[in-house]
């Protein structure tokens, strides 16, 4: 794909610090036994729409049997029959898509079955739009359409400056007949029906990471490295990750990177969105890969990043939450906690610092 110029919004932020923190959307429907396409019939036009109202542009998309993805200007959309992920960045107004979300969902004859808000705190706060200000005003909004929310806040932000926000909903309205499998309900009506590619449903991991090491960000500023966005891919490693996945990347002038990967062979996905000016670098890696924690390429990462302090939100439908490393070399923990909202969905969050000897040497 062709690379572009940088969005409107980090065009304005770029001597201020841009907003590299997502604000997350994770959406699951109930199933429609006669409509084995569900979302994936909606137009790539029609998804944009819905995203005007959070102030984004579809820049590139891709698809195969299991999903549609869509590498936005601020980040990412993953269209699954009846699950969808968007991540939104910078000053969007994510949660004013929820209404045209929902239209959609009534033409494909479903609803909402769970509903997952989740981000970060803010690196400027002040400079986000309602109902993003904060977290009342977040959940404020999310009332207005749920009846049934659940808010959280995970982690010290006394200790160490980092905590996650989650508002969690699960719909009253159940199918007629719940399979005594929760997942089964999406496993059977992936596209040629094959139950075995359950990426739906399966965990997903998010890695946030920030005090990014100078060097390993310097692939992303063009002047620096004046090569394509599939050649960045490449270089830095992560087309070494899952060699399977067909990767659809852009590089951002003068800086910044986003890459969308999905599979063909099992449905998965990987997601990276760097932000790599020195005072608000961020980078975000997140999958629903099954085999990715057990691999130790939550190490590979690292070594592609060299980030000085992460986080890890690991989150579960209807199967078990990924084990993860009880320590990194070289860091220290901070921060575990897990949340389980009722007997279906598990949600856990893992902060992490450097120690004073960096691992990576960063400058």
Same mark, same amino acid.
């Given at each position: 794909?062709? #690379?572009?110029?940088i969005?409107?919004?980090?065009?304005?932020?770029?001597?201020?610090?841009?907003?590299?923190?997502?604000?997350?959307?994770?959406?699951?429907?109930?199933?429609?036994?006669?409509?084995?396409?569900?979302?994936?019939?909606?137009?790539?036009?029609?998804?944009?729409?819905?995203?005007?109202?959070?102030?984004?542009?579809?820049?590139?998309?891709?698809?195969?049997?299991?999903?549609?993805?869509y590498?936005?200007?601020?980040?990412?959309?993953?269209?699954?029959?009846?699950?969808?992920?968007?991540?939104?960045?910078?000053?969007?107004?994510?949660?004013?898509?929820?209404?045209?979300?929902?239209?959609?969902?009534?033409?494909?004859?479903?609803?909402?079955?769970?509903?997952?808000?989740?981000?970060?705190?803010?690196?400027?706060?002040?400079?986000?739009?309602?109902?993003?200000?904060?977290? #009342?005003?977040?959940?404020?909004?999310?009332?207005?359409?749920?009846?049934?929310?659940?808010?959280?806040?995970?982690?010290?932000?006394?200790?160490?400056?980092?905590?996650?926000?989650?508002y969690?909903?699960?719909?009253?309205?159940?199918?007629?007949?719940?399979?005594?499998?929760?997942?089964?309900?999406?496993?059977?009506?992936?596209?040629?029906?094959?139950?075995?590619?359950?990426?739906?449903?399966?965990?997903?991991?998010?890695?946030?990471?920030?005090?990014?090491?100078?060097e390993?960000?310097?692939?992303?500023?063009?002047?620096?490295?004046?090569?394509?966005?599939?050649?960045?891919?490449?270089?830095?490693?992560?087309?070494?990750?899952?060699?399977?996945?067909?990767?659809?990347?852009?590089?951002? #002038?003068?800086?910044?990177?986003?890459?969308?990967?999905?599979?063909?062979?099992?449905?998965?996905?990987?997601t990276?969105?760097?932000?790599?000016?020195?005072?608000?670098?961020?980078?975000?890696?997140?999958?629903?890969?099954?085999?990715?924690?057990?691999?130790?390429?939550?190490?590979?990462?690292?070594?592609i990043?060299?980030?000085?302090?992460?986080?890890?939100?690991?989150?579960?439908?209807?199967?078990?939450?990924?084990?993860?490393p009880?320590?990194?070399?070289?860091?220290?923990?901070?921060?575990?906690?897990?949340?389980?909202? #009722?007997?279906?969905?598990?949600?856990?969050?893992?902060?992490?610092?450097?120690?004073?000897?960096?691992?990576?040497?960063?400058?």
């Open positions: 794909m062709l #690379d572009t110029a969005p409107p919004d980090l065009n304005q932020s770029l001597s201020e610090g841009f907003e590299g923190p997502e604000k997350r959307l994770e959406v699951y429907f109930h199933v429609n036994t006669n409509d084995k396409l569900g979302l994936c019939s909606i137009t790539k036009d029609q998804w944009q729409v819905m995203l005007d109202n959070a102030k984004c542009t579809i820049i590139s998309s891709t698809c195969n049997e299991f999903l549609n993805s590498v936005l200007s601020e980040s990412s959309l993953f269209v699954y029959p009846y699950k969808i992920l968007v991540k939104t960045c910078g000053t969007t107004t994510l949660l004013y898509c929820l209404e045209k979300l929902i239209e959609y969902a009534t033409k494909c004859n479903t609803s909402i079955n769970y509903m997952i808000f989740s981000r970060k705190n803010y690196n400027f706060p002040d400079k986000q739009i309602f109902p993003h200000k904060n977290f #009342d005003s977040e959940i404020q909004y999310l009332d207005g359409i749920f009846a049934n929310g659940n808010p959280l806040t995970l982690g010290p932000d006394s200790t160490c400056g980092d905590y996650q926000l989650v969690f909903v699960k719909n009253k309205q159940t199918p007629s007949k719940k399979p005594s499998d929760p997942s089964a309900e999406y496993k059977s009506f992936l596209p040629n029906s094959r139950p075995e590619n359950g990426m739906m449903d399966n965990p997903t991991v998010e890695i946030m990471m920030s005090q990014l090491d100078r390993a960000m310097s692939h992303f500023y063009k002047s620096e490295n004046p090569v394509d966005s599939k050649t960045v891919t490449r270089e830095i490693g992560l087309s070494d990750i899952f060699p399977d996945m067909l990767t659809d990347e852009i590089m951002f #002038d003068p800086c910044g990177y986003s890459v969308n990967a999905i599979s063909n062979t099992n449905g998965s996905y990987f990276v969105h760097v932000t790599p000016e020195a005072h608000c670098s961020f980078v975000s890696f997140e999958t629903n890969h099954p085999n990715f924690v057990e691999n130790g390429l939550i190490d590979k990462v690292f070594k990043f060299r980030p000085g302090r992460f986080s890890i939100v690991r989150s579960s439908f209807g199967t078990k939450l990924p084990v993860l009880l320590q990194f070399e070289g860091f220290e923990t901070l921060f575990e906690s897990s949340k389980k909202f #009722d007997d279906e969905f598990s949600y856990a969050l893992n902060l992490y610092q450097s120690q004073r000897l960096n691992r990576f040497n960063a400058g």
